[in-house]
């Protein structure tokens, strides 16, 4: 089983910052690997797949990166909505595996 | 518009077994891989199964394989999760998701989620 280990568990920023949340893997994913977003009470939204594709509707401030076993999600400039739990998750091999999430307060 | 809604949850005994059903629409239902994930309360997402658009193959996590049966009727599209010999540790919200391919891929559209819970 692959094992996706985030950093940091929570990330406290002010709105406007850039945000920079990462993602490893125990071993490589390719480029398998995709994030998603989760605010309170809410279903999962995806927001990047295939490391840098931005999903529909998904602003330009969020971007992907990286790859074989080491992932960046980058938010260019928080906005209010953007405070939520981030996660990546692959696709390489199965089982299919989450990170145990990010946590982005605002600070 | 793509749309899943799932029902089919609620309070359960341990040991019992329960049916969770997902209704699909706004896409060719045959076409796509879907898949349930659950979350524990207060927990991260835990990919739980999924089966291909045919519905030719299924796959399972370790933690439900021989107790969760994931199918698909692709003439109401419809998904489908039988779980039996419930435990403690299947209490979660559970989200149906369509994935990208037909074989599988990442997740591009999540249902709002279905609360099961194994209490006595």
Redesign the interface.
Known sequence: EIVLTQSPATLSLSPGERATLSCRASQSVSS?L?W?Q?KPG?????LI??VSNR?TGIPARFSGSGSGTDFTLTISSLEPEDFAVY?C?Q?SN????????TRLEIK | EVQLLESGGGLVQPGGSLRLSCAASGFIFSRYAV?W?RQAPGE????VA?VTGSGDST????SVKGRFTISRDNSKNTLYLQMNSLGAEDTAVY?CAKA?YSS??????????ILVTVSS
Request: proline letters at 4%; hydrophobic letters at 35%; aromatic letters at 28%.
């Open positions: 398998y995709a998603h989760q809410q279903a999962p939204r995806l797949y295939d999903a996660y998750q696709r199965w089982p299919i595996t989450f990170g145990q999430g | 898949a994930v991260g997402l835990e990919w999924s796959y399972y996590a370790d989200y990208a599988g891929g990442y997740f591009d559209y999540w249902g709002q989620g």
